[in-house]
């Protein structure tokens, strides 16, 4: 069985990330049922500064005149 670990998010959805291929998919690559091994949360801000769009754009520049 491949290896996996949950990640947990704080707005409640869940992913599995592999941590080690099992062989039989290192030969196959057909995927078998994961064994979770770990937990992993992860509690991103709800107004992260990565997240938010960017201010101005090109066309809010472009009509200013000096």
Same mark, same amino acid.
């Given at each position: ?6 990640? !947990? +998010? *704080? ?17 196959? &690559? ?9 937990? !992993? +949360? *992860? ?17 809010? &520049? ?5």
């Amino acid at each position: 069985m491949c290896n996996y670990t949950q990640v !947990e +998010f *704080r707005c409640g959805h869940v992913r599995w990330t592999v941590r080690a291929w099992c062989t039989n998919y290192e030969t196959t &690559h057909i995927r078998c049922p994961p064994s979770i091994v770990a937990i !992993e +949360f *992860r509690f991103v801000p709800r107004f992260h500064p990565l997240l938010l769009p960017l201010r101005g754009t090109l066309a809010d &520049h472009s009509s200013h005149v000096d």
